[in-house]
Nanobody, 132 residues
Framework: QVQLQESGPGLVKPSQTLSLTCTVS??????????WSWIRQPPGKGLEWMGV???????YYSPSLKSRTSISRDTSKNQFSLQLSSVTPEDTAVYYC????????????????????????WGKGTLVTVSS
C-alpha cells in the first residue's frame, strides 16, 4: 500500500519560497517506471499539475511554473520535495503529492501533456496560504 503524506508550513509570506515535502511509505521513489508529482488546487479552481520527478531523478515542469519551481528528492528518506519561489497570494492552494506508473520511454512532452491525469496514488493534500 503506497501512501503519500505532504508536510511543510501552512503559511508563507509573499515573495518568499514555498517548501513542501512528500513522505512516501509502502513503496520506493526509485522503483522503475514510477513518477512522483506535485499538483495544486487553488480555492474554487481546478487542479493544476506543477511538475514531476521520475524514478531516475529526471524532472519536468509545467511551462507556466517552470521558472520558479524546483522538485528534488532524498532517496535515503524516501521523500521528494517542492520549492516554489517568489510566491504571491495567487499561489494559495491545497497542494498534493501524487504518483503514477509511466512508460519506459516517457519524456518531457508526454509528462506535460498528461499533467495530473492517471495518478494511482494521492496524498490527502495540505493547504498553504500565502499572506503577509
Amino acid at each position: 500500500q503506497v501512501q503519500l503524506q505532504e508536510s511543510g508550513p501552512g503559511l508563507v509570506k509573499p515573495s518568499q519560497t514555498l517548501s513542501l515535502t512528500c513522505t512516501v511509505s509502502g513503496g520506493s521513489i526509485t522503483t522503475s517506471y514510477y513518477a512522483w508529482s506535485w499538483i495544486r488546487q487553488p480555492p474554487g479552481k481546478g487542479l493544476e499539475w506543477m511538475g514531476v520527478i521520475a524514478y531516475d531523478g529526471s524532472t519536468y515542469y509545467s511551462p507556466s511554473l517552470k521558472s520558479r519551481t524546483s522538485i528534488s528528492r532524498d532517496t535515503s528518506k524516501n521523500q521528494f520535495s517542492l520549492q516554489l519561489s517568489s510566491v504571491t497570494p495567487e499561489d494559495t492552494a491545497v497542494y498534493y503529492c501524487a504518483s503514477k506508473g509511466i512508460g519506459s520511454s516517457w519524456y518531457e512532452g508526454m509528462a506535460v501533456a498528461e499533467g495530473y491525469y492517471g495518478m494511482d496514488y494521492w496524498g490527502k493534500g495540505t493547504l498553504v496560504t500565502v499572506s503577509s
